[in-house]
């Protein structure tokens, strides 16, 4: 199964055009047609052709650029639909699959069938597919990329044997251009002059070396569902059918050694509705115990209705967590992971956050603010320089010499400088865009005043000021 059009079909199949459209990857600093539609290709736009060229040649040419990630994932999920044909089936490139369907043509009534099918239901899909069948992998690739009928194996091109283009253009200056021609050729010369892998296409097409289809493994579904002869509608009820399906869930987690860090609990009604609770983790996680108590908030608010009938719980989100060795030594975050959870379901866990060191010098840049949920301490914290507990914006006070001022007036009250340390200077860093360390480089002073205040000031050379910028602890 072939698909030509495989990255713009994708694309169409939600938004069609009405026209030429096509899809670029830049490569080497230039933008480059990746894929294209009929209409373009009509129009005389090739594959890897320069987008500026083709813009140039076709000025109504609406272009998207590519997503590998996203058509990886469309390919995956006909791969799943295929095994509908067989169970063998496994990818072949970035725009192909390959079934081998050996024992189960005669459930659709014969090749011929079981081939009518497939294109049927691609083209009510919106995919252009181009098929192949014979009795080897490397035949069936070569029909469906270069076949155009009945013709013979023999009489396709050398290029249908999934050789590189030099390799091509040198057969075909010898005067090898089909697979008979390459065939009757003497072997020995070939595989001095080419290598041996010439030589294994043409067997494998051939059928005298075998080529198996490797198919994929199905990632594990970690989901858990329980129906019900007669519906619910208590917390206390639905809590205990959570626990029931945790059980299981988790001991599956366990087995793949992987925590979850978001599950999707699904309650349906007997009215056919269906609520979600959603249970986002702090941290992978897969013991019953401490996850259960997590849902109950969510669970509350939940309308029953006339009561729920089927209740389906699936970790969304799965991530790897090794077995650990427990000792009494080891001191276990779940205590902390636990209270983010809990809090996280109120606030949302993008907004339990916590400092990160940063890799500046200036203040105001020395650190960085990200989420707990989805980041991990760190100790790279500089304690050489001591800085203070609240940082804030420069607030001008009275003084203009460069020692620190004895009495000065902030935020209306009248301080003693007790003792001063210091200067610590700081420059700007000139490559960044900051309005505020515009000015130059800043003398920085640790004050305690004798009313109690430690503060952090700092003094402009360059334009004598001082300016209270921070208050120790």
Not at 69 to 85: K, S, V
Not at 163 to 187: C, K, P
Not at 443 to 450: A, L, M
Request: with cysteine.
């Amino acid at each position: 199964m072939w698909f030509p059009r495989f990255a713009s079909d994708r694309v169409l199949r939600a938004r069609p055009v009405d026209g030429p459209f096509a899809i670029t990857l830049k490569s080497n600093n230039t933008e480059r047609i990746y894929c294209l539609n009929e209409t373009a290709e009509r129009l005389g736009l090739t594959r890897g052709m320069s987008f500026a060229d083709a813009r140039a040649f076709c000025p109504d040419l609406i272009s998207q650029p590519a997503r590998p990630d996203l058509d990886a994932r469309f390919l995956a999920t006909l791969r799943r639909w295929a095994t509908h044909y067989c169970p063998w089936v496994g990818r072949d490139g970035v725009d192909g699959l390959v079934l081998d369907v050996t024992g189960s043509t005669h459930l659709w009534g014969g090749e011929a069938e079981m081939l009518a099918d497939i294109q049927s239901r691609a083209m009510r899909a919106g995919l252009t597919l181009r098929l192949g069948c014979a009795e080897t992998r490397g035949a069936a690739w070569a029909y469906a990329h270069y076949g155009a009928g009945e013709e013979a194996l023999t009489d396709l091109p050398v290029a249908a044997l999934r050789l590189e283009d030099t390799t091509v253009t040198a057969l075909q200056r010898l005067g090898l251009r089909s697979i008979g021609d390459l065939a009757e050729a003497a072997r020995a010369p070939l595989a001095r002059r080419f290598g041996p892998d010439l030589l294994l296409h043409l067997d494998q097409a051939m059928g005298s070396i075998p080529e198996p289809v490797m198919p994929e493994s199905e990632p594990p579904s970690f989901a858990t569902r329980i129906s019900l002869p007669e519906p619910v509608g208590l917390t206390e009820d639905v809590m205990g059918l959570t626990a029931r399906l945790l059980t299981p869930l988790c001991d599956k987690l366990n087995r793949h050694e992987m925590g979850a860090r978001r599950l999707t609990l699904t309650l349906r009604r007997v009215d056919q509705g269906s609520q979600q609770v959603e249970l986002r983790l702090a941290a992978p996680m897969r013991d019953p115990h401490r996850i259960l108590p997590l849902f109950e908030r969510g669970v509350e608010d939940v309308d029953a209705g006339f009561g729920i009938d089927q209740i389906r719980l699936e970790a969304t989100q799965v991530e790897p967590l090794p077995v650990q060795q427990i000792g009494s030594a080891q001191t276990s975050p779940d205590q902390l992971n636990d209270l983010i959870t809990r809090i996280g379901t109120r606030i949302g866990l993008d907004n339990v956050q916590r400092f990160l060191p940063a890799d500046s010098h200036i203040p105001e840049r020395s650190f960085a603010i990200a989420p707990a949920a989805f980041s991990t301490p760190d100790s790279a914290w500089s304690y050489l320089r001591p800085r203070p507990l609240h940082l804030f914006p420069p607030e001008p006070i009275a003084g203009y010499s460069a020692e620190p001022p004895v009495r000065f007036r902030w935020r209306r009250m009248s301080l003693t400088t007790g003792r001063a340390i210091g200067p610590e200077r700081i420059a700007p860093e000139w490559w960044l865009p900051d309005e505020a360390w515009r000015s130059g480089v800043r003398d920085y002073w640790r004050i305690e005043t004798r009313e109690g205040r430690r503060l952090w000031l700092y003094h402009t050379p360059q334009n004598p000021g001082w300016f209270v910028q921070g208050e120790f602890a």
